[in-house]
């Protein structure tokens, strides 16, 4: 079946730059989408269609892709942003199938 | 106000069966794909089961395939997971969300499901 891979935690200090990477071999041909989580609460979507963010969702979050891999970048990182990061695409195998990374920490130190 | 509200959770015994509902609200339901997402306590999101707007596309994972069952009543706005066969690894919230643009956009806010003897 297919995965996709994420680092399992990534730590940044407030202000600096926070870069979570998804990596699976299907992700040149399907989008790549980003939820942000925090405990206790659903996840919400932070960017969609590898680098549109909606409508709501801060500047300092944006997406960029390059081949297996998808990069979910948070600028100038504040305390509010540490919580749980997932990236999402679908299966290419045609199914109507969808598929979930494993989900990211962000610590803010 | 947009929303999506999931019952029929609950505590259930190993090999028995639930039937999961959601009840969809300010938005044009059937403009829109529905699934179900679950995540079993300290883990992480697990896509469940997909259908389109009328029902004519459907998917599951590997894992509940043969033993769930999704479905929608666009007239009542509202959408289904039929669990049989239920297995402890199946102990999870569950959530229902819309998909727009390729998105999981709108979430509910989960109900619990816990499979124990």
């Known amino acids: 079946s297919y995965e996709l891979t994420q680092p399992p935690s990534v730590s940044v200090s407030p202000g600096q730059t926070a870069r979570i990477t998804c990596s699976g071999d299907a992700l040149p041909k399907q989008y790549a989408y980003w939820y942000q989580q925090k405990p206790g609460q659903a996840p919400v979507l932070v960017i969609y269609k590898d680098s549109e963010r909606p409508s709501g969702i801060p500047e300092r979050f944006s997406g960029s892709s390059s081949g297996t891999t998808v990069t979910l970048t948070i600028s100038g990182v504040q305390a509010e942003d540490e919580a749980d990061y997932y990236c999402q695409s679908a299966d290419s195998s045609g199914t109507y199938r969808r598929v979930f990374g494993g989900g990211t920490k962000l610590t803010v130190l | 106000e947009v929303q999506l509200v999931e019952s029929g959770g609950g505590l259930v015994q190993p090999g028995r069966s639930l039937r999961l509902s959601c009840a969809a609200s300010?938005?044009?339901?059937?403009?829109?794909?529905m699934h179900w997402v679950r995540q079993a306590p300290g883990k992480g999101l697990e896509w469940v089961s997909g259908?389109?707007?009328?029902?004519?596309?459907?998917g599951y994972a590997d894992s509940v395939k043969g033993r769930f069952t999704i479905s929608r009543d666009n007239a009542k706005n509202s959408l289904y997971l039929q669990m049989n066969s239920l297995r402890a690894e199946d102990t999870a919230l569950y959530y229902c969300?819309?998909?727009?643009?390729?998105?999981?956009?709108?979430w509910g806010q989960g109900t619990m499901v816990t499979v124990s003897s």
């Open positions: 300010g938005f044009t339901f059937d403009d829109y794909a």
């Open positions: 259908i389109s707007w009328n029902s004519g596309s459907i």
């Open positions: 969300a819309n998909l727009d643009f390729g998105a999981f956009d709108i």
